[in-house]
């Protein structure tokens, strides 16, 4: 893992971080260091924000240290495995299955099948970059993004798969649909509010669709 300095109390860590974005933000969940103010993550890196100039070298050498030492057994008993149920019905899911030459019970039982990872968060409160997907299934996203598309669709855009917290527009593939909350806006109305507690699902999290009827 490489460090690139972003002012004088803050950087990103950016070499290595796509394989190891799960360990490390299950470390920093998890442990209490000294001198760390607040971390964003993104799809191939992470920036971290220090209280001071002074705390940076000594969270660089916290994360190669930490990082180094955590080995994906460790990340997995740290990490919750989530069962998300899904009505495969989705808008897309004829024409995708014809695209990709599948019947649609064999496209449900490939997108079913993996244990997902919640890489990253994004493009909107809650919704989940899930790593995982079965190569046959990747697919390049809409060429015209939908200028709507219902809460609680399960999507697969690229070489993801998503679910959407919210109904907005968007450019992933329709595949079915959750009644599984992933954003509490209750939650996200108080002040100082505890992201545990607004969202579902976060870094390193282990998910599993369940077809339902």
Known sequence: MQFLDYGERAFFCEEGYVGMSPALELTLQTA???????????YDKLLLICDSPKSVPRLKDYVLQHVAAFTMGEEDTLSAVIEVPVRYQGPDLPRVARQLNLSTRELVDLHTGPEYRVHTMGFMPGFPYLSGLDPR?????LVSPREYVPAGSVAIGGAHAGIYPVASPGGWHLLGQTDFPLF??????????DSRKVFALHVGDRVRFVAID
């Not at 000294?34 to 964003?40: H, S």
């Not at 299934?137 to 996203?141: D, I, Q, S």
């Not at 509490?184 to 509010?193: I, L, V």
């Open 32 to 42: 209490t260091q000294r001198g760390l103010q607040e971390w964003v993550s993104g």
């Open 137 to 141: 299934l990747h697919l390049n996203r």
């Open 184 to 193: 509490d806006t209750s939650a996200a109305r108080q002040s100082a509010s």
